[in-house]
Antibody
Framework: EVQLVESGGTLVQPGGSLRLSCAASGFTVSSNYMSWVRQAPGKGLEWVSVIYSGGSTYYADSVKGRFTISRHNSTNTLYLQMNGLTPDDTAVYYC???????????WGQGTLVTVSS | DIQMTQSPSTLSASVGDRITITCRASQSISNWLAWYQQKPGIAPKLLMYKASRLESGVPSRFSGSGSGTDFTLIISSLQPDDFATYYCQQYFRYPRTFGQGSKLEIK
């Protein structure tokens, strides 16, 4: 059974850093395209970043230069390192598996990141 | 970036009704479109991909159509479990973009 479990979300001060984790089971992270998608409170869905199976990474303009997506193959875990956090980064962060051509067939339960002083 | 615009933003309907949600892309995306259902506090759930292909396990009362820039999601006979927010998403290119959501409320 495919499962994605995020962790690491918490309250952090503006300018701070945080690393989110997404533990996967039932499939191999490194063989798939994996994304982070976020949702600000009461708002819609916003794609954040993707890591290809080959290792290439891409970011939304809103986080480029501040966020880094990575994976650890031996633990089958996806990460999102977030630096220079601002209140606009406050959101529930979901990891999601990108199927075939680009839709998201599996999502984690989400982890809440709150950026506030 | 490709902008995705959904309408309506909010829709009130009753159990048994047939409803339609539309999604328009700012440029042609062929049929590279997915639909998701989201309930409060829960991750989105994939309903449909390639504009009209039903994800396994999704009831057949859901259907999708369209190509190019205009797409529709139809629920043929609303059930109590269908009251939720629906999002379209293009995967024609990065950045992946979503519509703003259509909230389906009970009348």
């Amino acid at each position: 059974e495919v499962q994605l479990v995020e962790s690491g979300g918490t309250l952090v001060q503006p300018g701070g850093s945080l690393r989110l984790s997404c533990a996967a089971s039932g499939f191999t992270v490194s063989s798939n395209y994996m994304s982070w998608v976020r949702q600000a409170p009461g708002k819609g869905l916003e794609w954040v970043s993707v890591i290809y199976s080959g290792g290439s990474t891409y970011y939304a303009d809103s986080v480029k230069g501040r966020f880094t997506i990575s994976r650890h193959n031996s633990t089958n875990t996806l990460y999102l390192q977030m630096n220079g956090l601002t209140p606009d980064d406050t959101a529930v962060y979901y990891c999601a598996r990108e199927a075939d051509s680009g839709w998201y067939d599996y999502w984690g339960q989400g982890t809440l990141v709150t950026v506030s002083s | 970036d490709i902008q995705m615009t959904q309408s309506p933003s909010t829709l009130s309907a009753s159990v048994g009704d047939r409803i339609t949600i539309t999604c328009r892309a700012s440029q042609s995306i062929s049929n590279w479109l997915a639909w998701y259902q989201q309930k409060p506090g829960i991750a989105p759930k994939l309903l449909m991909y390639k504009a009209s292909r039903l994800e396994s396990g999704v009831p057949s009362r859901f259907s999708g159509s369209g190509s190019g820039t205009d797409f529709t999601l139809i629920i043929s006979s609303l059930q109590p479990d269908d009251f939720a927010t629906y999002y379209c998403q293009q995967y024609f290119r990065y950045p992946r973009t979503f519509g703003q959501g259509s909230k389906l409320e009970i009348k």
